[in-house]
């Protein structure tokens, strides 16, 4: 094991005593820690309002071209992608947040900020099918990074910061504070739900600062993201359907990573600098766009039009597949962005495919859950994968979606698609 890792055991025993210390301090100073905590989610809130409303002024711009015109817009966005990672640096993925938690003590770099923003900027509002998830935590992590750097911690607290302030941009684009402090700290691990217990207090208290101030700003208030069919319970044979549905969620997971893998290994082979990658992916998401107008973006709003739709079921699966290809290509391409909003929408469209090819299922059980289950396969967080959906959709009843989202994790391929996810266990091991 590296000198600056920390075993999974002491991390535990650290994380007991920390909570045992901070519930026996002096009032006065538990009330400076959860100010510190509520101002850093401010800041992360006010931050993550600016880009969202900077992001859906130049989409509104963006969607008004379409047709045979994207043919040479998306090729030019990719062009400008390239060209500023290619200057100022390439700012990474989730996978290197998830890399710079684990070993680099939990600091994230904020000189990758400027070519995070500008290249997400461009690669989500030309219509790449990759959504603001990644910026965000990025920017917030490091804003996170600076606090705990100005204020001189070290060590577990700084990473805890870092995690609180992350949590806090995860919270804003799914306006669900528990959900989006879960998620921070489920996704940097492969097997285990949360193994940074320390950072839970921080993360929730940030989140909802961060909520406050995103939703009072954005005027997106607290109603559901989208409004699924009416749904209500019958009884325990449709727990049994949404173990079912986990499964063909759990199988679309693998199909997405197979087909991710297969457009790494293409993309990857092409010659010459970034921005030449990003402009043939540019290329390849202009005619998906062409041939499938809902592939294009990253579903926040296309999401809601498919549940709408009168698309049969094989038009459907048509839709599914050009999607996992569109993100994959997306991603890979070197185009910069987030894969959950997505995957949630490929999600939805498979479940609703299944729903009309089988007369008497209930649409929205069927969508809910093949959501659940696809992005828990992909990303290894099921829990808050069932916080999140249960707030995005109103979906009252959520052990189905639970039950889905436990059944995409267990049948998730070994080898995860976030690599990084790995490499604290296999360290563990090791040792």
């Given at each position: 094991m590296s000198s600056n890792q920390t075993p999974p055991s002491e991390r535990s025993n650290s994380a007991l005593r920390w909570i045992s210390s901070l519930t026996s301090s002096n009032p006065i100073v538990l009330s400076r820690w959860f100010l510190c905590w509520a101002l850093v989610g401010i800041v992360c809130g006010l931050f993550a309002a600016l880009y969202w409303?900077?992001?859906?002024?130049?989409?509104?711009?963006?969607?008004?071209?379409?047709?045979?015109?994207?043919?040479?817009v998306m090729p030019l966005a990719g062009l400008g992608v390239g060209l500023v990672i290619y200057y100022l640096g390439d700012p990474g993925e989730i996978g290197?947040?998830?890399?710079?938690?684990?070993?680099?003590g939990g600091r994230l770099n904020p000189r990758q900020n400027p070519s995070m923003l500008l290249s997400s900027l461009v690669s989500i509002s030309a219509g790449?099918?990759?959504?603001?998830?990644?910026?965000?935590?990025q920017v917030?992590?490091?804003?996170?990074?600076?606090?705990?750097?100005?204020?001189?911690?070290?060590?577990?607290?700084?990473?805890?910061?870092?995690?609180?302030?992350?949590?806090?941009?995860?919270?804003?684009?799914?306006?669900?504070?528990?959900?989006?402090?879960?998620?921070?700290?489920?996704?940097?691990?492969?097997?285990h739900v949360v193994e940074y217990y320390e950072a839970i207090l921080p993360a929730l208290v940030s989140s909802c600062a961060s909520f406050l101030v995103f939703a009072a700003i954005t005027q997106l208030g607290i109603a559901p993201t989208w409004t699924f069919p009416q749904y209500t319970p019958n009884g325990i044979d449709e727990v049994w359907l949404a173990l079912a549905y986990g499964v063909i969620g759990a199988?679309?997971?693998?199909?997405?990573?197979?087909?991710?893998?297969?457009?790494?290994?293409?993309?990857?082979?092409?010659?010459?600098?970034i921005y030449v990658r990003t402009t043939v992916a540019g290329l390849v998401?202009?005619?998906?766009?062409?041939?499938?107008?809902?592939?294009?973006?990253?579903?926040?709003?296309?999401?809601?039009?498919?549940?709408?739709?009168?698309?049969?079921?094989?038009?459907?699966?048509?839709?599914?597949?050009?999607?996992?290809?569109?993100?994959?290509t997306t991603v890979t391409g070197g185009w910069r962005g987030g894969i959950i909003i997505p995957l949630f929408f490929t999600g939805a469209c498979l479940g609703k495919a299944i729903a009309l090819a089988t007369p008497g299922l209930n649409s929205s059980l069927a969508m809910i859950c093949v959501m659940a289950a696809l992005n828990a396969a992909v990303t290894r967080t099921p829990v808050s994968t069932t916080l999140l959906l249960s707030k995005l959709a109103n979906f009252t009843p959520f052990t189905p979606i639970l039950f889905a989202s436990l059944m995409g994790f267990f049948l998730a391929p070994r080898q995860p698609f976030i690599h990084s996810q790995l490499k604290v266990r296999q360290e563990a091991i090791v040792d």
């Open positions: 409303n900077v992001l859906e002024l130049v989409i509104h711009g963006m969607e008004q071209i379409t047709g045979a015109t994207l043919l040479w290197l947040i998830v890399d710079n938690i684990h070993f680099q790449g099918s990759a959504g603001p998830e990644a910026p965000l935590v917030t992590g490091s804003f996170g990074t600076w606090a705990a750097d100005r204020l001189k911690l070290q060590g577990e607290s700084l990473r805890t910061m870092s995690l609180a302030a992350m949590a806090a941009g995860f919270t804003a684009l799914f306006g669900s504070p528990l959900g989006g402090a879960m998620f921070a700290l489920e996704i940097l691990h492969h097997e199988g679309a997971g693998w199909l997405f990573i197979a087909i991710f893998r297969s457009c790494d290994r293409l993309l990857s082979a092409i010659p010459g600098p998401l202009g005619v998906l766009a062409f041939a499938f107008p809902l592939t294009r973006y990253y579903g926040h709003h296309e999401l809601a039009e498919a549940i709408g739709s009168n698309l049969t079921a094989i038009a459907l699966l048509g839709l599914v597949f050009a999607k996992m290809i569109a993100i994959s």
